[in-house]
């Protein structure tokens, strides 16, 4: 139960506090001691989440009017006040906490977790009734006491075995682990496990917990073991997951093989769908060559977009395959690869036309919508499959596999992109060869260097900028040269003149030349 006397701060932790996760449930809310104390005379929950600074009775004083009565409840104090006779007081009543407000989501997770298992602890000692979901839950959330004899209960409870293993369904795609279709599946799991003596069921927050004493070993034993977890799901089979720990001899070694196991499911974006996770298990594109950095994004970003503009299908998937196969192998995280993925789609289409997104089956917003469809991809590989698909299909569209040769698309290509950072070096690596071979393949077939074309383009475009009145840096910019005097240079150099004298002679020339005009149309009007 919440008892504050504002709104906001008792409808703020019903949210913020993923209490389900956590393993409970709010059963009510109060706005004054008063208004408590009139509901816990219908029923004492575990646990009381008071405000200390309340109207009327505070939280002080109903806490001390509960102990009079004898009802035993747990208490997590919360005040805006960092009061230390205030502390002193509420724990003379024996709270469990005392956290200050606004209240730190993390650090009130963390004691409600301790005081979870305390309470699970409690109810079983209370109930003098020791379970095997019990045990095997004190041992892995380590709230087991010290005092308690492990072998005697193991033995009690049916639970020596030779070999332990912990196996864990995760659902994580999943809000809640009361989800109506977890907790049947859990059901049909228990009524399964029932009669066997070598398994154990229970839950923790989103995933369900099998600890097994027939273990499945060997590549045909996990896949049958998957496929009957598969069919047994239903309609929870495209939100499992499932990992297998490594083999204990003890059952005091088992956190060891639940925490193995909760690794697997954490790194799960890594490994392919369909299959138990095992240590053994290979990380998608391992078979990949992963020799070798991972280049620049923007050299990437280039290379992908050359690809898909002059119609490079088959190099596409080569070097997605590649870029994921070497980030895998420095052991990127999920969160990087996205970012890097999304960064990667984002520009290798963003000078896609408009009609090449409609021919290829992409009709309004296809950018748009293809990038925001990365984000639903569950593995590295449905990621990679998403950016790889999308982008083959817009290169067959783009119809460039049928024209000349790669000089001709590269010239192509440098009349596109004049304006960016081209480099012979880049080019290279998009046609698997060496730099040298490239530059004088690019000078048989054109007569000139690379970098003198380049030039040539570029200013080529500069001078239509500079007749249409741009100022003289903004020219060299849009062109492609980051510095204003080495493109005057360059300007100079191929033109004859500065790009301001060429700016004056084109004005004075579209002057004269507009005063003809103006004077022969005078005269025929005159005739």
């Not at 870029?323 to 996205?338: F, L, P, S």
């Amino acid at each position: 139960m919440i008892i504050d006397d504002e709104p906001k701060q008792r409808l703020g932790l019903q949210t913020l506090i993923p209490w389900s996760d956590l393993g409970y449930e709010v059963v009510g809310t109060a706005s004054s001691g008063k208004e408590a104390l009139q509901s816990l005379e219908q029923d004492v929950p575990d646990l009381l989440v008071v405000d200390i600074r309340m109207p009327g009775m505070d939280g002080l004083q109903l806490l001390q009017e509960i102990r009079q009565r004898g009802w035993k409840v747990h208490a997590v104090v919360l005040s805006g006040y960092a009061d230390f006779e205030y502390a002193r007081r509420a724990m003379q009543y024996g709270v469990e906490g005392y956290l200050l407000k606004p209240v730190n989501k993390q650090e009130m997770s963390a004691l409600l977790e301790k005081l979870h298992a305390r309470l699970v602890e409690q109810q079983a000692q209370q109930n003098k009734t020791y379970t095997r979901e019990w045990l095997v839950y004190s041992l892995l959330s380590g709230s087991l006491d010290e005092k308690e004899d492990l072998d005697k209960l193991s033995a009690s409870l049916g639970l020596v075995w030779s070999k332990y293993q912990i196996v864990l369904l995760d659902f994580s795609g999943i809000g809640s682990e009361e989800d109506e279709r977890i907790v049947r599946f859990r059901e049909r799991l228990n009524k399964i496990c029932a009669s066997d003596r070598n398994s154990v069921v229970l839950s923790m927050t989103s995933s369900i917990v099998l600890l097994l004493g027939r273990l499945h070993a060997g590549k045909f034993e996990r896949e049958r073991f998957y496929r009957e977890m598969y069919l047994l799901a239903e309609d929870l089979r495209d939100e499992m997951n499932m990992a297998a720990g490594e083999v204990v001899h003890s059952l005091s070694e088992i956190p060891m093989s639940f925490h193995t196991a909760r690794s697997l499911l954490d790194r799960s974006f890594f490994y392919d769908r369909g299959q138990l996770l095992t240590p053994e298990t290979p990380v998608c594109y391992s078979m990949v060559d992963q020799r070798g950095e991972i280049p620049a994004k923007e050299d990437l970003a280039f290379r992908l977009s050359y690809y898909v503009e002059v119609g490079q299908t088959e190099m596409i998937r080569t070097l997605l395959d590649r870029i994921a196969a070497r980030m895998v192998h420095q052991g990127e995280g999920e969160e990087e690869v996205r970012k890097r993925f999304f960064y990667l789609a984002s520009e290798a289409v963003r000078n896609v036309p408009v009609k090449v997104w409609d021919e290829a089956g992409y009709e309004g917003g296809g950018a748009s919508l293809f990038l925001a469809n990365l984000s639903g991809a569950r593995t590295f590989r449905e990621l990679v499959d998403k950016v790889g698909d999308v982008l083959e299909r817009l290169a067959r569209c783009t119809n460039y596999c049928s024209r000349g040769n790669e000089i001709r698309r590269m010239l192509d290509y440098i009349d596109r992109h004049y304006e960016e950072n081209l480099k012979l070096e880049t080019l290279s690596e998009v046609f698997n060869y060496s730099s040298s071979y490239l530059g004088q393949l690019f000078k048989n077939e054109t007569g000139e260097y690379f970098n003198a074309y380049l030039d040539k383009v570029r200013i080529e475009k500069a001078k239509q900028l500079l007749r249409q009145g741009m100022k003289v840096y903004e020219v060299a910019e849009q062109v492609g040269y980051a510095n204003v005097n080495y493109f005057h240079h360059k300007f100079k150099k191929l033109v004859g003149h500065s790009p301001s004298s060429y700016q004056k002679k084109a004005d004075l020339k579209n002057d004269g030349a507009y005063r003809n005009d103006w004077r022969s149309w005078n005269e025929k009007c005159q005739n």
